[in-house]
């Protein structure tokens, strides 16, 4: 028997057994050894405010539409951030150039499941980086996310970028931009998080509950204002103080999956007096000018490669590693009511 974690109500989580699936033709069988938990996107469906529990994402016309009035949940194995080992592989697709064998690690999208069949063309070249740390690579689409906010905001050498939202997917980009020879300041209110942003190469880590993170771009750079800034909070306040932060043209990168009303933004200042470029910077694809170069797998591939290299460490990131079954609906209260308590919680499948 196998195990899925799927949300039954607002916050309210269970980890049920499933049966064994059938192995289809052109497909792979994976037992999951880690899996991340995006404190994010995720929890908006933990928490019951994602727009895709109300309404339906309507993909001919790019619009959301009024959704079923049936309940949304259970909402089954919502997870993006696996990996595991492959156990079986059909017939069909056994030996082909790039695809996994039995044995190998590979690490996709299959939720949050102990088992999964997956399609053979999602895990093609998904077998991990030679001696890289099988954990590192539940970091793969949060650092693909991470990557495109970068690719977004096209930092230069020698820049000010300020990054605002240090979780865990702020935390990469901080280390990305730093990377990339930007000079970061990383702003966010959580010291653990502050902390290990200065660790990732931060030159300056501001809480921006005692200082404006506008205010100190301007004293480091002789009263400009930062090149670029990266919102990953997804919080309106933060909008609004990643726009003041930068120079007259400057860049503000909107990465974070903003809930609600804009409450807090206000576009009639230096949004408008400084005219501020604000861009959207969405997982589902690149920035448009590099859409002919780059894409979601080889941003995944260029993050696992530098993982790989020692460029950067997720699993520093790791801060909780929950056994499944027992502890995985205290982890999710935990990321809900705790935050600052925490940065990655992976679940570990590996003596469940």
């Known amino acids: 028997?196998?195990?899925?974690?799927?949300?039954?109500?607002?916050?309210?989580?269970?980890?049920?057994?499933?049966?064994?699936?059938?192995?289809?033709?052109?497909?792979?069988?994976?037992?999951?050894?880690?899996?991340g938990i995006?404190?994010?996107?995720?929890?908006?469906?933990?928490?019951?405010?994602n727009p895709y529990l109300n309404r339906t994402w309507d993909e001919q016309q790019r619009l959301f539409v009024p959704g079923d009035a049936t309940s949304p949940y259970p909402v089954v194995g919502w997870g993006y951030s696996e990996v595991g080992v492959v156990t079986e592989v059909s017939a069909d697709v056994a030996g082909k150039p790039g695809m996994p064998a039995v044995d190998d690690v590979v690490w996709g999208i299959w939720g949050h499941r102990s088992e999964a069949v997956v399609p053979a063309s999602k895990l093609d070249g998904h077998t991990i980086p030679p001696g890289l740390d099988p954990l590192a690579a539940t970091f793969a689409r949060v650092g693909a996310v991470a990557f495109n906010a970068v690719l977004a905001a096209e930092p230069h050498l020698g820049e000010l970028v300020t990054v605002f939202g240090q979780g865990v997917i702020g935390l990469l980009a901080t280390r990305l931009a730093t990377l990339s020879g930007a000079r970061v300041v990383a702003c966010d209110t959580i010291p653990l998080r502050l902390a290990t942003a200065s660790a990732f190469?931060?030159?300056?880590?501001?809480?921006?509950?005692?200082?404006?993170?506008?205010?100190?771009?301007?004293?480091?750079?002789?009263?400009?204002g930062a090149d670029v800034a990266v919102e990953l909070s997804g919080t309106h306040a933060a909008l609004h103080e990643a726009i003041r932060s930068v120079t007259v043209g400057g860049r503000v990168v909107a990465a974070g999956f903003y809930q609600g009303d804009a409450?807090?933004?206000?576009?009639?200042?230096?949004?408008?007096?400084?005219?501020?470029?604000?861009?959207?910077?969405?997982?589902?694809?690149?920035?448009p000018r590099l859409a002919g170069r780059w894409d979601q797998d080889r941003?995944?591939?260029?993050?696992?490669?530098?993982?790989?290299?020692?460029?950067?460490?997720?699993?520093a990131l790791v801060s909780h590693r929950v056994r499944v079954p027992d502890g995985v609906?205290?982890?999710?209260?935990?990321?809900?009511?705790?935050?600052?308590?925490?940065?990655?919680?992976v679940l570990d499948y590996t003596e469940s």
């Open 38 to 49: 995006s404190a994010g996107t995720e929890l908006t469906a933990y928490r019951g405010t």
């Open 263 to 287: 409450m807090g933004l206000r576009l009639g200042e230096e949004f408008h007096h400084n005219r501020v470029e604000l861009v959207s910077s969405q997982i589902g694809g690149p920035p």
């Open 299 to 315: 941003m995944n591939r260029t993050f696992l490669a530098l993982a790989a290299d020692g460029a950067i460490d997720p699993v």
């Open 329 to 345: 609906a205290a982890a999710y209260q935990l990321l809900d009511e705790r935050p600052g308590e925490a940065l990655q919680v």
């Open 1 to 35: 028997m196998g195990t899925v974690v799927q949300f039954v109500g607002t916050r309210r989580v269970e980890v049920v057994e499933t049966g064994e699936e059938p192995l289809p033709p052109a497909s792979l069988r994976v037992r999951t050894m880690y899996s």
């Open 201 to 224: 190469g931060a030159v300056a880590a501001v809480d921006v509950r005692e200082t404006s993170a506008a205010e100190l771009a301007r004293s480091l750079t002789d009263g400009r």
